[in-house]
Nanobody, 115 residues
Framework: QVRLVESGGGLVQAGGSLRLSCVAS????????MGWYRQAPGKQRELVAV???????NYADSVKGRFTISRDNALNTVYLQMNSLKPEDTAVYYC?????????WGQGTQVTVSS
């Protein structure tokens, strides 16, 4: 079993920054991709950013240039640095990890950006 625990969410004004962290514990061997999705009220969950174990990164167009994903394989941790936050970034942010082709999910952390 793998457990993903997110932290770092909160309330911030537009233009501010937050850093999310997600630590994977348990059977973390063979985890390949890790990343972040988000879900706003009334909307579907959407990709924010992902990073492979080799360091390849992919971002949603809406966050390119503002968000940066990074990963510490030794600590089984993935980070999301979010700068220049906008009210439309308000959502529950979920950490995800792919192991043996199966996506695993954290419990989510709320990010609220006030205008």
């Amino acid at each position: 079993q793998v457990r993903l625990v997110e932290s770092g969410g909160g309330l911030v004004q537009a233009g501010g920054s937050l850093r999310l962290s997600c630590v994977a514990s348990g059977s973390t061997f063979s985890i390949n991709g890790m990343g972040w999705y988000r879900q706003a009220p009334g909307k579907q969950r959407e990709l924010v950013a992902v990073v492979t174990s080799g360091g390849s990164r992919n971002y949603a167009d809406s966050v390119k240039g503002r968000f940066t994903i990074s990963r510490d394989n030794a600590l089984n941790t993935v980070y999301l640095q979010m700068n220049s936050l906008k009210p439309e970034d308000t959502a529950v942010y979920y950490c995800t990890a792919v192991r043996y082709g199966i996506a695993l999910w954290g419990q989510g952390t709320q990010v609220t950006v006030s205008s």
